[in-house]
Every structure is written in C-alpha cells, then in structure tokens.
C-alpha cells in the first residue's frame, strides 16, 4: 500500500527564519510525483511545489524548495525567510499515474511567530 | 476569474435530507476530482472524472453519486445524509491526470445536524 507520512503534526519557526517540514512515503513505483500544498485558514488548497521522481534535481519555487531522497523516500519542504503569510497547513501528496491514485498525508500545521 | 468554483460554501441539513455541491472549472481541464477533509484535516479522494467518466471510485457509500454533465462540471449528490458526513468537500481539476498540478476549489463545509 502507498502512504504519505508526515511525522510533524505541528511546528513553528520565528519570522524571517528557515523551517523544515518533512515527509516520507512508501512506494513500489518508480514513477511518481510529490507534491507539497498548502491550506491557509480560508481552507483554500494551493499548491507549493512539484517534484517529478525522475528528475533528481531538487525543485526550487522562490523561497520554496525541497530536498527530494528517492532512496530514502523522503521529499522534505523547505521554507527560507519565513513569512507570516506562510503560516498554514502543509499537506504533502503523492500520485501515480497506474490505477490514478492520489495520497495525501496528514498535514504539518506551520505557526510563524512575529 | 475563478478557477475551480463550488456551490454552495456552507451547506447545514438535517440527517436523512439528500444535498447536491456543484462544482466548475474554466481551466480546460480534461480532470475533475472530489475529496472529502475531515475534522482531522485529513484529505481523502472520493472520485476522480476524466472526460465525463469516471476512473477513480474509492470506497465511498453508494448514498454519494458523482454526476459529469460535461467535463467543465463535477457535481456531488448525496442521499440520505449521515452525521458522519459531516466534512469539507473540494472540488479540483488537473490538465490531463494525477501527475498534472491539481486547483483545488474554496470547499464546501457541510454540516449534518
């Protein structure tokens, strides 16, 4: 079974800092793709990032980037310059394209203190 | 210009009561998918629709009928509603499949007294 773990129920990171939030998933598939998005308080899911497995290459989004282990599966998000817009949930996902399916982990919520 | 749209935002019905949620997506999108979140914040996908047909079906009670009248509307209806259900329902859509970027709609919140 495919499942997305995200072990930080909760973080926080002062203002302007640099906070982590990890993820790790279990896959058989060579194949897939990682995402990680975001669920301010209006509830509104946006998305942060995308990393393709095949590409080793870390993708970069702005002051968004990630640190993608395929060995370790592992596809941790990093925020650089934390901004109080930042503050929200951070939903790490999965998705294969055999038989579609689509995993979301349990989410990390985020608080940047000013 | 709104992307992925839902109707309505707020929904509260009596158990028992049958409701429909719509959605819209202006993107173009071939992918329209429903999920549930529950009171945990956990996502879960419900059903998935390429081009007017369905290709995703999780264990979902048959009481929850999706409904594609074209592929720019997915549509939720659900009979003989349950406390249980009680959650936030998004809508998304996605060019093609799952690996496509997926935008997600506000949600509905649902509450069943």
């Known amino acids: 079974a495919q499942t997305v773990t995200q072990s930080q129920p909760e973080m926080s990171v002062q203002e302007a800092e640099t906070v982590t939030l990890s993820c790790t998933y279990d896959t058989s598939e060579s194949d897939y793709y990682l995402f990680w998005y975001k669920q301010p308080p209006s509830r509104q899911m946006i998305l942060v990032i995308r990393q393709e497995a095949y590409k080793q290459q870390n993708a970069t989004e702005n002051r968004f980037s990630v640190n993608f282990q395929k060995a370790a599966k592992s596809f941790s998000l990093k925020i650089s310059d934390s901004q109080l817009g930042d503050a929200a949930m951070y939903f790490c996902?999965?998705?294969?394209?055999?038989?579609?399916?689509?995993?979301f982990g349990t989410g990390t919520s985020l608080t940047v203190i000013p | 210009d709104t992307a992925v749209s839902q109707t309505p935002k707020y929904l509260v019905t009596q158990m028992g009561n049958d409701k429909s949620i719509k959605c819209e997506q202006n993107l173009g999108h071939d992918t329209m998918y429903w999920y549930k979140q529950d009171s945990k914040k956990f996502l879960k996908i419900m059903f998935s629709y390429n081009n007017k047909e369905l290709i995703i079906n999780e264990t979902v009670p048959n009481r929850f009928s999706p409904k594609s009248p074209d592929k720019a509307h997915l549509n939720l209806h659900i009979n003989s509603l349950e406390l249980g259900d009680s959650a936030v329902y998004f809508c998304?859509?996605?060019?093609?499949?799952?690996?496509?970027?997926?935008?997600f709609g506000p949600g509905t919140r649902l509450l069943v007294l």
């Open positions: 996902a999965y998705s294969i394209n055999t038989g579609n399916q689509f995993y």
């Open positions: 998304a859509s996605s060019l093609t499949t799952l690996q496509e970027t997926q935008y």
